[in-house]
T-cell receptor, first 115, second 109 residues
Framework: NAGVTQTPKFQVLKTGQSMTLQCAQD?????MSWYRQDPGMGLRLIHY???????DQGEVPNGYNVSRSTTEDFPLRLLSAAPSQTSVYFC??????????????FGQGTRLTVV | GIQVEQSPPDLILQEGANSTLRCNFS?????LQWFHQNPWGQLINLFY???GTKQNGRLSATTVATERYSLLYISSSQTTDSGVYFC???????????FGAGTRLTVKP
């Protein structure tokens, strides 16, 4: 039981490049989400999904796309990387959405630098 | 949306000391969780505690949802307790977890 797995752990991109951050969970959780963490701040929600085929925007969605074709996977796509997207990205999963009183589990994070 | 404030922002302790970290939130919540972010950046689940009190070894937490705060107690601190402690809340009308800015704890040997 690996929990929530994110790849890659580190990535350097040039401005304008695109890439996909991978997230997979093996706990059969319906709810998955992506957060970004900037220095000195807590995590902020980018996008979330309440189940396969259903996604929605969070607090800071601009410049990111997501899709959820399976329960297990929830990739995050950067369409055209910008230096402002330099951050640490965390994927999380929980049986149902957090506000309905459940425990959330986080991946190890992806540290992204855009130059 | 719900505002989450954590205090103190920074805390430096000598090994063996006790500490209390506080999390205040601006509205009613249905859920609350405490995390420890270690020096390697990993987020470790400490407590899932929408209400009441829980204990796990040297750590314990109390949430008083009606008064909109939660406390994390660390007793007999160790250098491995160093890192940033976050609380995150879930509101009745939110789809996400709202995080505080964290408390950075440094435990010196």
């Amino acid at each position: 039981n690996a929990g929530v797995t994110q790849t890659p752990k580190f990535q350097v991109l040039k401005t304008g490049q695109s890439m996909t951050l991978q997230c997979a969970q093996d706990m059969n959780h319906e709810y998955m989400s992506w957060y970004r963490q900037d220095p000195g701040m807590g995590l902020r929600l980018i996008h979330y999904s309440v189940g396969a085929g259903i996604t929605d925007q969070g607090e800071v969605p601009n410049g990111y796309n997501v899709s959820r074709s399976t329960t297990e996977d929830f990739p995050l796509r950067l369409l055209s990387a910008a230096p402002s997207q330099t951050s640490v990205y965390f994927c999380a999963s929980s049986p149902i959405q957090f506000s309905l009183n459940t425990e959330a589990f986080f991946g190890q994070g992806t540290r992204l630098t855009v130059v | 949306g719900i505002q989450v404030e954590q205090s103190p922002p920074d805390l430096i302790l000598q090994e063996g000391a006790n500490s209390t970290l506080r999390c205040n939130f601006s509205d009613s919540v249905n859920n609350l969780q405490w995390f420890h972010q270690n020096p390697w950046g990993q987020l470790i689940n400490l407590f899932y505690i929408p209400s009441g009190t829980k204990q796990n070894g040297r750590l314990s937490a109390t949430t008083v949802a009606t008064e909109r705060y939660s406390l994390l107690y660390i007793s007999s601190s160790q250098t491995t307790d160093s890192g940033v402690y976050f609380c995150a809340v879930g509101g009745y009308n939110n789809n996400d977890m709202r995080f505080g800015a964290g408390t950075r704890l440094t435990v010196k040997p």
